[in-house]
């Protein structure tokens, strides 16, 4: 069984940073790409960023490139994300995910965690 576990989110205030975690188990984790997407309350998921299996490169939503780093440790079994010169349209539930596709605008991440809340707030 898949299972994906986030950490890390929390209150920041604009400018700030935080760091996100995903430790995933139930798969051979250093085959998969791995993303993070995210959700505000009454929107459809926004894709974040996807990592590629292995050394595989990195890439970013035009929102966040500059600003957040995406990084995996294949011997740790963990994701994470450093959100850096955060915004507060940042503000959203984050999820790690596995298999994630886009359509256009439409993400399926239908293998994803329980996400971690990110608040950017004065």
């Known amino acids: 069984e898949v299972q994906l576990l986030e950490s890390g989110g929390g209150l920041a205030e604009p400018g700030g940073s935080l760091r996100l975690s995903c430790t995933a188990s139930?798969?051979?984790?250093?085959?998969?790409?791995m993303s993070w997407v995210r959700q505000t309350p009454g929107k459809g998921l926004e894709w974040v960023s996807t990592i590629g299996a292995g050394r595989g490169t990195e890439s970013y939503a035009d929102s966040v490139k500059g600003r957040f780093t995406l990084n995996r440790d294949d011997a740790k079994n963990t994701l994470s994300l450093e959100l850096n010169s955060l915004k507060i349209v940042d503000t959203a539930m984050y999820y790690c995910?596995?298999?994630?596709?886009?359509?256009?605008?439409?993400?399926?991440?239908?293998?994803r965690g329980q996400g971690t809340q990110v608040t950017v707030s004065l």
């Open positions: 139930g798969f051979t984790f250093a085959r998969y790409p």
């Open positions: 995910g596995k298999d994630v596709q886009t359509v256009g605008t439409v993400v399926n991440a239908s293998q």
